[in-house]
Structure formats: C-alpha cells, structure tokens
C-alpha cells in the first residue's frame, strides 16, 4: 500500500474532513463536555476534539491500514507504508468552546517526497480548502492564490500566540516591532485557517510560533500551491516565529522584518 497518488489522498481526506466537521457543529449545539487542560490551563481540549479525531482516524485506517498516524489528541500511530497523515481534529479549541465561529478541522497527508495533500475544512462558512501535490489549491471548486502584494507597509498580516504567558509576553513584544511596519496585524485563533486565508488573498502574510506539523502542514502546502512562499524557521526560542508564510512579494521583506523584531529578546 506504499503507492497514493496525490487525487487518492486528497480524496480521504477530504471525506475525513467532512465526516469530522459534521460532528462537530452537530456536538456544538449541546454544552461541552470533558473540557480539561493539556500545556497548560488555557490550553484546554474536550470531547469534541477527541470524537472528531476518532472519525477521522476510523476512516483512514479503514482504507489505509498501514500508514502512520500523527494525530495532536492522542491518536498517533506508526506504519509501514511510508506514507503519514497529520490530523488536527479541531483547530481553534477555545474558539470553539467559546461559541466563536472560527475553527477549523486540519488534515496532511505526506509521502517519502514531503507533503502530498492536504485539507483545511471550515465548518461553519462551509468552507473546504485543498490542495494536492502540483496540483494548485482550491476554495471548493474555485482555484485561489495568494495576494501580489509587494509592499509590506501595506500589507494585512496574520499571527497567533501561544498558551504559555511567559510566551505570550515575549510574542506581544515582537507584534509591537511589527506593527508600525506594515498595514495591520489579525489574531483570530486558527493557524490552518490563518494559512488558509493567506493561500486564498484574504491575509497578505502570516507568521507563528506554531511547531507541531498537524497545526501547520496543510496550511503551509495549501499556501506553496496557491502560489506563496513558506519559511520553516529553527527558533531558539519558542516564542519566537517558526513559520511564515505569505504571497512572494514581500516574503523576503517579512522573514527579515521578524528577524529584527527578535533581536535583543
């Protein structure tokens, strides 16, 4: 079962995405149950999280029994076919719990050659994002990309923060150097949608501190496949941005506009 093609798992995951997205608004007309912590006590996780990821893992090991599982609730798995998928089941957990509309269910499929598919399904806009190894990205049926945006002064840039406070101090100062050097600054709680949102023109650029590779994998292909350009950067500390991502315009502008921003923290 070593052998998928880009259309094969993009297919999965997508019906993945739907099937858990599904559950989900359909869990959110009822109060939350087994809310608990996991870093940290604003870092919380409930039933949702863990019955979304269930139903996606249920179906691809269903039709790929063999493959590994890297999963943010508990899910993961090895394999043997070379093959992995990234599973967030919901992206934006306080959001959710919250009753904001804006989470998100985040799937990554990857081979021996990196990133092969990837989907990020907004529930409640009904919004699906895929993409697929050479394949562009898409916003349903519609092709997206990222903005031409070549001046970063008047650029519309996304970022989040991390649930450590200590972080969040350092992370707040880093967005006060930003600020004055580009058109605004958007936090809204959802890293595969902040990518998202980039891939499809609504956010110029983004930036994060995000590291583990369900938050971001997806997101990141969506974005290289509409066009932009991703960093990976190897932070020294994890306050600082790990990824950026943004049209080709500015990106060389923002990876050097964050490096200043760090200096001395």
């Known amino acids: 079962m070593t052998d998928l093609t880009a259309a094969a798992a993009l297919a999965l995951a997508t019906e993945a995405a739907l099937d858990a997205g599904a559950l989900l608004l359909e869990l959110r007309r009822s109060p939350a ?12 996780v409930s039933d949702a999280d863990d019955r979304a990821e269930h139903a996606i893992v249920t179906r691809i090991r269903k039709q790929r029994p063999d493959d590994a599982l890297v ?29 904001i509309p804006h989470w998100s269910v985040s799937i990554c499929c990857a081979d021996a050659s990196g990133p092969l598919a990837g989907v990020v399904f907004d529930p409640v806009r009904d919004e699906l994002f895929t993409t697929g190894r050479g394949g562009g990205a898409h916003l ?36 006060a150097r930003v600020l004055g050097d580009v058109r605004d600054v958007r936090r809204f709680g959802s890293a595969a949608l902040d990518l998202s949102w980039v891939a499809a023109g609504r956010f110029d650029g983004y930036f994060e501190s995000v590291e583990k590779p369900w938050d971001w994998m997806a997101g990141a292909l969506l974005v290289r496949e509409a066009g932009g350009r991703v960093t990976e950067l190897q ?7 790990h990824i950026i991502a943004s049209g080709p315009g500015i990106h060389d502008d923002l990876v050097a506009l964050l490096a200043r921003a760090i200096e001395g923290l």
């Open 33 to 44: 149950t087994g809310v608990r912590s996991k870093s940290s006590a604003t870092d919380l």
């Open 71 to 99: 999963a943010e609730e508990g899910s993961s798995a090895g394999g043997s076919s070379g093959v992995s998928w990234f599973v967030d089941p919901l992206d934006g957990t306080i959001n959710y719990l919250y009753g």
């Open 140 to 175: 349903g049926k519609h092709r997206i990309g990222v903005t031409d945006k070549r001046d970063l002064a008047s650029a519309l840039i996304a970022t989040g923060f991390g649930y450590d406070a200590a972080e969040r101090v350092t992370q707040g100062r880093i967005i």
């Open 235 to 241: 932070p020294s500390d994890p306050a600082f941005p």
